[in-house]
């Protein structure tokens, strides 16, 4: 009798009409939250530094990409781009105005990403599919041309590369060479668990039902009075707000400095990756498809050299890449056949099915 | 609630008017020279055989078309050239011949969509899920409920409408464009597909939302007899012109619907 509808009856649309209307969700919630705030004192810096920071960003850029495929249908392969401009505008705005504090300019930096993502959502309203992802791909080139060749966004850094210079919150280095894993895991993961919360008050809402109903059936849609233009807009100002945070704290919370061309057309698949494995439509699944995609290569670097050790066979680095690549693929195809909703579905029918267990349904 | 600088209509004032359309695709005429009007608070039935015309008569009514010749006046203004989407917001909903409901939304959903137009919190508030957002997001779920309740679907509110069967799919789309409140609604073959029973009740939800709101209603329809009982008015198509135009009975009785309906049937 742990998870149960029964007695849980919804007297008001208040209640019904909540997010996590069971209470053992709520609950659920709060543990997972709490467990993971309490990791930043638990976990050892690896944990935090090469597993846990890279997987909260990924999955903040996997919600940024599924607003925009996953809700309301529309394919991109802008995503790196997208999270770039975040990165650029964030490293632009802090040496600009060091007085003002990082966290500010983190948040700020997204709504260039929103602008340049609303600019090049323009065609949507004429093409969709494979010629909007191809737009979107456009997207990707030009602004990584911008990234390399305009000298300006990195300050006339001669490396060409962007670095995180030392900030500090309340005293304490959150970003630069003297900031602590587990600060930056803290920092990151307070921007994610923000963001995440206000990203499903959106689409559980009539901007989220408007990005849906766009996605199922246009035609209608647009019959319901929703104008598809500015619906589409939206959803590429928002998906791309969502990633050009991401951008800029996977540069200067996570790597701590990096090049252009972390922003390539393979960090875009990687991306889209996950939201396809993870479910699309799905905020839950974004976190399952950056956990399945990121964490397993870590888990099978760990795991298989010590399991074939003892038959006299060594994996090297590079086996384990491939490896990655293979089950990646064999995922995506799996799901992609299978089951399209990907991860998170087979998580709401397991709910589904402990719900009524012990009985089949 | 209504925009000001329409007049305000009384039953049997015409609402909408068409006058000479003409709608061609290349060399294909799917509606020629066609004129009538729809009078407020009526239920006006547009009969015809297959590929006559009538779903392009209403596409041509809600935008999604515009007629390569003719007018079409609204509310005693002449409607220009307009999208879909204004004409939803001047007041015109509309069901499909083929069901076009959003598939992965829940029956509530669908209808709630149907409200997006009404709600007005803008985008601050939609983020918090606070205020205003939440306290609309209550005020027209009520809304939906009463419709939901006079459709008589309350037992498949949560369910995603794709999983339901077709003639229930006909019914939460037509609670979808009732939630718009419209002034015209137009229904494409409500009925197909559906069993005695089924049509039974669809009728009965058409005459229900034509007197209780006194919604002005399109209906096409190959169904002679519930057109009969239903309508007031019936514009009879063949091969896109218009053929014939009166009461049910005075149609029944033309000679060339007889012969347009005859020519079909054998
Ligand atoms: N988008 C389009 N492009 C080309 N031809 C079209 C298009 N829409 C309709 N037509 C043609 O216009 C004519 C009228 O079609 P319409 O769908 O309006 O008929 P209908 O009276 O609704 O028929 P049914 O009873 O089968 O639904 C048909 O010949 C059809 O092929
Ligand atoms: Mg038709």
């Known amino acids: ?361 | 609630m209504r925009a000001p600088d329409h007049p305000v209509m009384t039953k049997g004032d015409v609402l909408l008017a068409v006058e000479n359309v003409s709608l061609g695709f290349g060399g294909v005429k799917a509606l020629t020279d066609v004129s009538f009007d729809i009078r407020k608070s009526e239920i006006r039935a547009i009969i015809g055989p297959n590929g006559a015309g009538k779903t392009s008569m209403l596409n041509c009514i809600n935008g999604f078309y515009y007629p390569t010749d003719g007018r079409i006046t609204f509310k005693g203004v002449r409607r220009p050239k307009m999208r879909p989407y204004e004409a939803a917001r001047g007041g015109i909903a509309r069901t499909f011949q083929n069901v076009a409901l959003f598939k992965s939304m829940s029956t509530l959903d669908n209808i709630m969509a149907g409200r997006s137009i009404k709600m007005r919190s803008n985008f601050f508030w939609q983020l918090f899920r606070h205020g205003p957002a939440i306290k609309e997001e209550i005020e027209h779920r009520r809304f939906v409920e009463e419709i939901i309740d006079f459709l008589e679907i309350q037992h498949i509110r949560k369910t995603p409408v794709g999983r339901l069967p077709y003639g229930l799919q006909k019914r939460v789309e037509l609670g979808r464009a009732l939630a718009m409140e419209p002034e015209l609604l137009l229904l494409d073959e409500p009925m197909a597909g559906m069993n005695l029973e089924e049509k039974e009740d669809m009728s009965r939800f058409i005459i229900e939302v034509n007197q209780q709101y006194g919604t002005t209603i399109a209906l096409i329809e190959h169904d002679m007899g519930v057109v009969m009982d239903l309508s007031d008015r019936v514009v009879v198509l063949e091969y896109g012109r218009k053929i014939a135009d009166g009461t049910p009975d005075e149609v029944k009785r033309d000679q060339r619907v007889i012969d347009a309906y005859l020519g079909v049937a054998h």
């Not at chain 1, 233009?229 to 400095?257: I, P, R």
């Not at chain 1, 994996?315 to 195809?333: K, N, P, Q």
């Open chain 1, 1 to 361: 009798m742990l998870y149960r509808e029964a007695g849980q009856f919804k007297t008001n649309y208040v209640a019904d009409s909540a997010i996590f209307p069971l209470r053992e969700d709520r609950i659920g919630i709060g543990l997972i939250i709490l467990a993971a705030y309490a990791l930043a004192f638990l976990g050892n810096s690896f944990l935090l530094q090469a597993v846990m920071i890279p997987f909260l960003v990924f999955s903040l850029a996997s919600i940024g990409l599924n607003i925009l495929t996953g809700y309301t249908g529309l394919l991109s392969l802008g995503t790196g781009a997208f999270m770039g401009v975040g990165a650029y505008a964030c490293y632009k705005l802090m040496t600009a105005f060091p007085g003002v504090n990082v966290i500010v300019w983190i948040f700020v930096s997204g709504f260039f990403s929103a602008g340049i993502g609303a600019l090049f959502g323009l065609p949507s309203l004429r093409i969709k599919g494979f010629y909007l992802a191809v737009a979107t791909l456009a997207a990707q080139f030009f602004l990584q041309w911008c990234f390399i060749r305009i000298p300006w966004l990195v300050n006339y850094n001669v490396s060409g590369a962007l670095d995180a210079p030392l900030r500090t919150l309340f005293g304490v280095p959150i970003m630069g060479p003297n900031a602590t894993p587990q600060v930056r895991y803290l920092v990151v993961l307070t921007i994610v668990i923000l963001l995440t919360w206000l990203a499903s008050n959106l689409v559980h809402g009539r901007i989220g039902r408007m990005w849906i109903a766009i996605r199922d059936m246009d035609l209608a849609a647009e019959l319901m009075g929703i104008r598809p233009l500015q619906t589409k807009l939206l959803a590429f100002a928002v998906s791309s707000y969502y990633c050009g945070v991401a951008g800029a704290l996977l540069v200067f919370l996570w790597y701590g400095g990096a090049e252009y061309d972390v922003f390539n057309i393979n960090q875009s698949f990687f991306i889209l990756f996950m939201v396809i494995i993870g479910g699309l439509g799905s905020l839950i699944g974004s976190f399952f498809g950056a956990a399945l995609i990121f964490i397993l290569p870590i888990v099978l670097g760990i795991v298989l050299p010590a399991v074939m050790s003892p038959f006299g066979i060594t994996v090297g680095s590079d086996v384990i890449e491939h490896l990655r690549f293979m089950i990646v693929g064999a995922l995506i195809i799996f799901f992609l056949i299978v089951e399209p909703h990907g991860l998170a579905r087979l998580w709401q029918i397991g709910k589904q099915k402990l719900l009524a267990w012990p009985f089949p349904y």
